[in-house]
């Protein structure tokens, strides 16, 4: 689920990357060579997303290649890793054990999420039903994961903490909100068939303070929070950490909502003569 205001899902399968031969066997290191070459832009993707979860479903890719799976697989794989981190968290006691099984399980799972496409560009291209599927998980975890940590958080304080548990209500409410909002923009983008010039000028500022911005939407980074799991044997360090994580993401949607509608009504007022294919904007 690596998504950020200028980076659509990694779901949308197939950019174009030449269909690999059957005739020669490619290897790992040449597979990983074409993954790195053929790569999506990161521009303003979050920090763990882009340095960490992107290279590590490059390799995860390329071993899926050569163990014959589909990108569908894949995709199952991811749900099955993330589900099993999911369950955990509600289910176990606090554990620093737990705490690293579930960060473990979450992390791999988003590493397969980001795997998936890119074995779909191996294999010469997806589809709309592989596009769907990514979604349709990417839109069950986004909510699931912290009615998990409601769950657990009830387990670990009971009547006590009933306060607290607002905040992973309050954090799946903004999530799942932010998640569709991506998908919508990017679907109401295709519809017009075009991007306003405004979103080309913020493109080209993304390219140049990149980094900046990945570090400046780390809030909203789905790895970060993967990682803040290995916290779960420390309850009320996990809570003040996630706390955080929480009030940064709800920052960032609300400024963010606010650009995207603006944006959002300026769609009906570009003319045909200034629609730039999306590809020239991703660059």
Same mark, same amino acid.
């Given at each position: ?150 769950? #657990? *958080? @009830?387990? /670990? ?5 009933? $306060? ?5 209500? %309050?954090?799946?409410? +903004? &999530? ?59 309850? #009320? *360090? @996990?809570? /003040? ?5 929480? $009030? ?5 949607? %609300?400024?963010?909502? +606010? &650009?995207?509608?603006?944006?959002a009504g300026r769609l009906d007022a570009v ?13």
């Amino acid at each position: 689920m690596e998504r950020s205001p200028s980076v659509t899902s990694t779901g949308a399968r197939g950019d174009g990357m030449t269909r690999i031969g059957t005739a020669a066997r490619p290897t790992y290191a040449q597979l990983l060579q074409r993954l790195t070459a053929a790569q999506k832009s990161a521009q303003g993707a979050p920090a763990y997303s882009r340095y960490v979860n992107r290279p590590l479903g490059r390799r995860l890719a390329a071993v899926a290649f050569l163990a014959g799976l589909t990108p569908n697989q894949v995709t199952a794989l991811s749900a099955l890793s993330t589900g099993a981190g999911i369950a955990a968290t509600a289910l176990l006691d606090p554990a620093w054990w737990a705490g690293l099984l579930v960060a473990a399980a979450l992390v791999l799972g988003y590493a397969l999420d980001a795997a998936d496409g890119q074995l779909a560009r191996l294999r010469g291209g997806g589809s709309k039903a592989g596009e769907w599927l990514d979604h349709v998980v990417d839109a069950a975890k986004t909510s699931a994961l912290h009615l998990a940590v409601l769950v #657990a *958080a @009830f387990r /670990w304080n009971g009547e006590r903490g009933s $306060a607290w548990l607002l905040v992973p209500l %309050a954090f799946a409410v +903004v &999530a799942s909100t932010w998640f569709f909002t991506i998908i919508l923009n990017d679907h109401l983008r295709r519809l017009a068939g075009t991007r306003d010039v405004q979103a080309v000028v913020a493109a080209g500022e993304a390219r140049q303070h990149s980094a900046l911005r990945s570090l400046a939407s780390t809030p909203t980074d789905y790895g970060l929070l993967c990682a803040l799991f290995v916290l779960l044997g420390w309850p #009320a *360090a @996990f809570q /003040w950490a996630y706390g955080l994580v929480f $009030a940064g993401f709800a920052l960032i949607t %609300a400024a963010s909502m +606010v &650009a995207w509608y603006r944006q959002a009504g300026r769609l009906d007022a570009v003319p045909a003569s200034v629609a730039v294919r999306r590809e020239e904007v991703a660059a």
